[in-house]
């Protein structure tokens, strides 16, 4: 227990003879963080949005209006029975109707328009949703084909070229910020181990006279492994009490932007909390650990 806490002091002594040293070692560790964090949040973006899209496909069937409800019942068995097919939504006149009023409420001359017109001009519909997003295309070609006298026109809004533009996107700010990243980490490595060398060298009569004395290499090394843990530690809790606040103020303009997409940044870090900052933590400790380690072994030998 003795030893345990001179350790503790030995490391707190470091980063307080070395605080100028220590600000900007963390201040690195932290943009690494935030670009490793600021990546993250462009990647759960272009999922939520690239799902979101795939969910949006619109493939449609319109009817024709005079068709019987057996007819339109006998289509919509027919089309659920395709392997290439999740799901078949029947919308009637009436239904169609409704949503149409309910959409243009707010707009009192085409309310009028479709009061002076006196019968209902909308036409019953079946929207399809795919199986398989990839498969899009061969579900398209395969209603294209598909011959049935009940139905007046097809429509087939193709979203793929929408996903690719999102996907690559996404791929681009990732290589670029993997870069920035690389960097960061290089920079960090290089700080991290001048910042412990320069600490090494305020002690190294310390050292020395450790060393006479018999004390082992694990208690020399651990004041400066002590120490990457602190910075470790620390980079992480600010970048936890930046980063949450980040995402509070970012969330309603994310909304705003993606209006009628489901995307909750705040709720997704929330609850993967752990697994993100755990695994940033370990990182963290990993680099400021192997920095300090070959600063110090120097002096040890």
Do not use: C
Not at 82 to 95: D, F, G, L, R, W
Not at 120 to 132: D, F, H, K, M, V
Not at 141 to 161: G, H
């Amino acid at each position: 227990m003795l030893s345990f806490l001179r350790i503790i002091k030995f490391g707190v002594q470091d980063i307080a003879r070395n605080i100028w040293l220590s600000i900007v070692t963390i201040t690195i560790l932290l943009l690494v963080l935030f670009s490793i964090n600021t990546l993250l949040t462009v990647r759960v973006v272009s999922d939520n949005a690239i799902n979101a899209v795939k969910e949006k496909i619109d493939i449609s069937l319109y009817i024709k209006a005079d068709a019987a409800e057996s007819d339109i019942s006998a289509l919509r068995t027919r089309l659920q029975g395709m392997p290439e097919i999740k799901n078949v939504v029947y919308t009637s006149k009436q239904m169609a109707l409704e949503s149409f009023r309910s959409k243009y409420q707010d707009n009192p001359e085409i309310l009028q328009a479709l009061r002076e017109l006196g019968n209902n001009p909308l036409s019953p519909s079946l929207a399809i949703t795919p199986a398989n997003f990839e498969d899009t295309t061969n579900l398209v070609n395969i209603l294209r084909q598909l011959d049935s006298d009940i139905i007046d026109s097809r429509d087939f809004s193709d979203n793929t070229a929408v996903v690719n533009k999102i996907q690559s996107i996404t791929d681009q700010v990732n290589e670029i910020g993997m870069i920035i990243i690389a960097i960061f980490i290089v920079t960090s490595l290089m700080v991290v181990y001048n910042s412990i060398r320069v600490a090494v060298y305020t002690h190294k009569r310390e050292i020395e006279i450790m060393r006479l004395v018999g004390a082992s290499n694990f208690f020399v090394y651990m004041p400066f492994m002590f120490s990457a843990f602190i910075y470790a530690l620390v980079s992480v809790l600010i970048m936890i009490a930046i980063f949450y606040p980040f995402l509070t103020v970012f969330q309603p303009y994310l909304e705003l932007f993606l209006a009628g997409y489901n995307v909750d940044l705040l709720d997704y870090f929330v609850y993967n909390f752990w697994p993100i900052f755990g695994a940033q933590f370990g990182a963290t400790f990993i680099i400021t650990l192997l920095a300090s380690f070959f600063a110090v072994r120097k002096y040890v030998r």
